[in-house]
Structure formats: structure tokens, C-alpha cells
T-cell receptor
């Protein structure tokens, strides 16, 4: 079983749609959680950190469920520019970040 | 401007050749990382370093070597022992201390001639 698992997609949605991604992790000692965005052949860029209380940044909402060991990302009112791959990242005490393989999002006009 | 710089952007390796990828940061970060990304795949950790003159193997260290002689620099050598080196290589740095928000360089695409 992979340490961090994501649905690879692609998720193909129309502009204005709401879309949600989930990510599960296997190590219950994981401490910090992040969503990164990666455009094709570019470096990943931090989208948002994920907190137990949930956090929101504009159209993006991230949630953490420690009991079930998953994190989620909700994108409201999708824009064409949201088309990218979204990487789930988990950090635990061995000072390693574990990346999921990413979920690809395609937003169509 | 503070940041992390990788060079070159594109690199070609001949059979049996060692090549070195450069990674420099001026963010004063303690931790630095090297990742490999294959098409349609996530990032896999090659090596990481939490402090100068110390580094640890990641999940796929075979065929690679690193050094950390200066805080700012963490070069990666892809040796001839790495039989499938074609990939996108990403260097990253972080402040360390248990909350590892990464800052990435723009990556190096390595291909075999």
C-alpha cells in the first residue's frame, strides 16, 4: 500500500463547477499536510496547508480527518486556470515529505 | 530576491557518463531535498539533508550521490550506475524544524543520448 494515495483522475469539469479531491495517508504519526499545485513540466507550488480545523483560501477549502486518515481539497467556481495536477503531501517525524502521485484536473469552457 | 536556483534547465547524458545537477538557495534554509519525477508520477525522494555535512538516502538513492559542504548548495550527481536516469529532477529547500513547507527550484530535465 502506498503511503499517500490519490485518485489520478483526470477530473473533467465545466467552468463554474465545484470539484473535490481526496487523499489518504497510511502513517498515523504524520504531522503536517499540504496541497501543492503542479503545472505541466513546472515545479510544484504550495497551494495551501491543511489544518485539523479546516481552512479556506478564496475558492479553495482544505480539510483534514485524522481519524480516517484523509485530507480533502474542494474547489468552488472552477476556472480554466485551475487546470493542473494537484499533489497531496504528508510530512512525518522522519523528516521526509511523502508525495501522492497527483490528481489531474481539467476545466473546460 | 530570495529563492532556489537549479541548473541547467535541460541536460543530456551519454552512456557511462556522470553528470551533476546544481541546486543553490539563498533562503537560509537548513533542509534541502532532491526529488525525481517520471511522467504521470508523483515525486520520489532521492536524498535529503537537514544540516551541512550530513545527508540521508531517500527511497531511490541507488545510482545517485550528493554532497552538502555549504548550507546554500546541494548538488546531485547522477552516476553511470543509474541505468534509467531520464526524468525531471526537482530540488527543494525548507526551514526545517518540523513544519516542512517546501520551496522548489524550477527543475532540470535530464535525458539520455
Amino acid at each position: 500500500r502506498k503511503e499517500v494515495e490519490q485518485d489520478p483522475g483526470p477530473f473533467n469539469v465545466p467552468e463554474g463547477a465545484t470539484v473535490a479531491f481526496n487523499c489518504t495517508y497510511s502513517n498515523s504519526a504524520s504531522q503536517s499536510f499540504f496541497w501543492y499545485r503542479q503545472d505541466c513540466r513546472k515545479e510544484p507550488k504550495l497551494l495551501m496547508s491543511v489544518y485539523s480545523s479546516g481552512n479556506e483560501d478564496g475558492r479553495f477549502t482544505a480539510q483534514l480527518n485524522r481519524a480516517s486518515q484523509y485530507i480533502s481539497l474542494l474547489i468552488r467556481d472552477s476556472k480554466l486556470s485551475d487546470s493542473a495536477t494537484y499533489l497531496c503531501v504528508v510530512f512525518h517525524s522522519s523528516y521526509k515529505l511523502i508525495f501522492g502521485s497527483g490528481t489531474r484536473l481539467l476545466v473546460r469552457p | 530576491d530570495g529563492g532556489i536556483t537549479q541548473s541547467p534547465k535541460y541536460l543530456f547524458r551519454k552512456e557511462g557518463q556522470n553528470v551533476t545537477l546544481s541546486c543553490e538557495q539563498n533562503l537560509n534554509h537548513d533542509a534541502m531535498y532532491w526529488y525525481r519525477q517520471d511522467p504521470g508520477q508523483g515525486l520520489r525522494l532521492i536524498y535529503y539533508s537537514q544540516i551541512v555535512n550530513d545527508f540521508q538516502k531517500g527511497d531511490i538513492a541507488e545510482g545517485y550521490s550528493v554532497s552538502r559542504e555549504k548550507k546554500e548548495s546541494f548538488p546531485l550527481t547522477v552516476t553511470s550506475a543509474q541505468k534509467n536516469p531520464t526524468a525531471f529532477y526537482l530540488c527543494a529547500s525548507a526551514t526545517g524544524g518540523g513544519y516542512e513547507k517546501l520551496f522548489f527550484g524550477s527543475g532540470t530535465q535530464l535525458s539520455v543520448l
